[in-house]
């Protein structure tokens, strides 16, 4: 069975400064999407980036990017030039299709991140 | 558009009532997820529907949960009777299929208490 797991249940950084969020799982697949997702006070639940298995370059969105080792199964968040609204509950999630064409999504226990002025 | 839509967004009940959560997807999105998300369990993946047909339900807890999904545009998700360990936020979330991105949008949630 798949498992991911988010070993830093809290974090906080200054303000401009770059934090990097873990995540590691556990899966024998090959093709498989990961994802970090960030959720404010607000509750809404938003993407912030996305790496599919297959390829090799490390996703970037801005000041987000993500350090994808395969073999490690690992998969971290690199927020650069941390703002205050960066302030939130980031999750992780692994995302595989099975063979009879259903989806299976994983999420982590996530981290709480707080950016401090 | 206006995104995944819950309602409510807060319930309080009392213990052996019954509850029910609804969510409207974002238009023409064909999937549509239900989670429970608690402080000891994380976010955890209930049932999710493929054209408003179930495909795995594996993540509903107990027969006293039930999800239903009559047409394109509404789904609910429905327990009786509560107990106090529902209480939890359930989100609803929508995906459209066919893409690169395997997105969810996530509704605001609904935060269930039953006392």
């Known amino acids: 069975a798949q498992t991911v797991t988010q070993s830093q249940p809290e974090m906080s950084v200054q303000e401009a400064e770059t934090v990097t969020l873990s995540c590691t799982y556990d899966?024998?697949?090959?093709?498989?999407?990961l994802f970090w997702y960030k959720q404010p006070p607000s509750r809404q639940m938003i993407l912030v980036i996305r790496?599919?298995?297959?390829?090799?370059q490390n996703a970037t969105e801005n000041r987000f990017s993500v350090n994808f080792q395969k073999a490690a199964k690992s998969f971290s968040l690199k927020i650069s030039d941390s703002q205050l609204g960066d302030t939130a509950m980031y999750f992780c999630?692994?995302?595989?299709?099975?063979?009879?064409?259903?989806?299976?999504?994983?999420f982590g226990t996530g981290t709480r991140l707080k950016v401090l002025a | 558009d206006a995104g995944v839509i819950q309602s409510p967004r807060h319930e309080v009940t009392e213990m052996g009532q019954e509850v029910t959560l609804r969510c409207k997807p974002i238009?023409?999105?064909?999937?549509l997820f239900w989670y429970r998300q608690t402080m000891m369990r994380g976010l955890e993946l209930l049932i999710y529907?493929?054209?408003?047909?179930?495909?795995?339900d594996s993540g509903m807890p107990e027969d006293r949960f039930s999800a239903k999904m009559p047409n394109a545009s509404f789904s609910t998700l429905k327990i009786q009777p509560s107990e106090p360990r529902d209480s939890a936020v359930y989100f609803c979330?929508?995906?459209?299929?066919?893409?690169?991105?395997?997105?969810?949008?996530f509704g605001p949630g609904t935060r269930l208490t039953v006392t």
């Open positions: 790496q599919e298995a297959y390829k090799q």
């Open positions: 999630a692994f995302m595989r299709i099975t063979t009879s064409g259903t989806y299976k999504y994983i």
């Open positions: 529907f493929n054209n408003n047909v179930p495909i795995d």
């Open positions: 238009s023409g999105h064909d999937y």
């Open positions: 979330a929508s995906s459209l299929d066919g893409g690169l991105s395997y997105e969810q949008y």
């Open positions: 899966t024998s697949e090959n093709n498989y999407y």
